[in-house]
């Protein structure tokens, strides 16, 4: 059981303050583990520190971070080292997206997508690689999408990021096997959170799909009870990843059909 496995373990939440990250950090608490929670807003942080030591007597740390800012994150996980140790989970939740089509999409919103979703998780992920690989023992998890598996109308960059990270974590995932170290790639579909605030403007792409819209609370249940398995993928919802499967398989077949479906945003 992951109460049993996670007690007393030391587990690193980047994008905590909200969504499924948030959950994460209260059944990580739930189950006895000690917490540092990461976002960018410190104030949400702190209330749910207060939160989560009240209620589960565990010990939790908060620090500002922007992933994005790649000498904040090592000035940050060096503060971390020096006041919890070594890390046994990193569960890499930062990210955001914006659904335009390729060409409205700004310079900046492609360069903050990248710079958060791909080279902020990247960033974090090398501060915890060497002393993970001394110790012969720990657990990355990178929360990734759907969307880096089957890219989809006006998801161009935001797919792309996450498909850079499937890429990085597939082949790391190979390069830390030998050193006993699991990496988790969780792929969902359209969660109910504030992301699409930013990513969907109009509320066109929510509408369309809140029939099917996971539930922050179910995605993050899987992804905790998936601390430290050897669980390769979580792909939620099933169905959906059956359609990356045929994709593979039949990708023009699967474009002419499903262009319609999926351009929706």
């Known amino acids: 059981m992951a109460r049993e496995r996670l007690k007393g373990k030391n587990i690193v939440i980047t994008g905590a303050s909200g969504g499924i990250g948030a959950e994460i950090a ?15 807003s410190i104030d949400k942080l702190r209330q749910l520190e207060s939160e989560l030591e009240q209620k589960h007597g ?17 000035e940050v996980f060096d503060q971390i080292f020096r006041v919890i140790g070594d890390i046994d989970i990193l ?31 990247m960033a974090c992920t090398s501060m ?10 720990g657990h990355i998890i990178n929360i990734a999408s759907q969307a880096g598996k089957i890219a989809t109308p006006k998801s161009s960059v935001y797919s792309a990021t996450k498909h850079a990270v499937l ?8 390069e830390v096997d030998h050193f006993n170290i699991q990496v988790t790639t969780v792929n969902p579909g359209p969660i109910a959170t504030n992301f699409f605030n ?5 509320g ?3 509408k369309n799909v809140q029939g099917f819209m996971l539930q922050p609370e179910f995605v993050a249940r899987k992804v905790v009870d998936s601390m430290l398995t050897k669980t390769r993928e979580i792909n939620l919802p099933r169905w959906m990843n059956m359609g990356s ?4 398989l039949f990708p023009r077949l699967f474009e002419r059909i499903g262009k319609k479906v999926l351009n929706k945003k």
């Open 26 to 40: 209260k059944l990580c608490a739930a189950s006895g583990a000690n917490l540092v929670l990461l976002a960018r």
């Open 167 to 174: 890429g990085y974590s597939n082949a790391l995932r190979m």
């Open 204 to 206: 066109t792409y929510v």
């Open 198 to 202: 930013i990513a969907d403007e109009k």
């Open 58 to 74: 565990v010990n939790v740390e908060v620090f500002q971070l922007n992933v994005a800012n790649t000498d904040q994150v090592r």
């Open 128 to 137: 915890v690689l060497p002393q993970m690989r001394e110790r012969h023992f």
């Open 245 to 248: 499967a045929i994709y593979v």
């Open 91 to 121: 569960v890499n939740n930062a990210g955001f997206g914006v659904f335009r089509e390729a060409h409205e999409a700004r310079m900046d919103e492609i360069k903050g997508m990248f710079e958060v979703n791909v080279v902020g998780l």
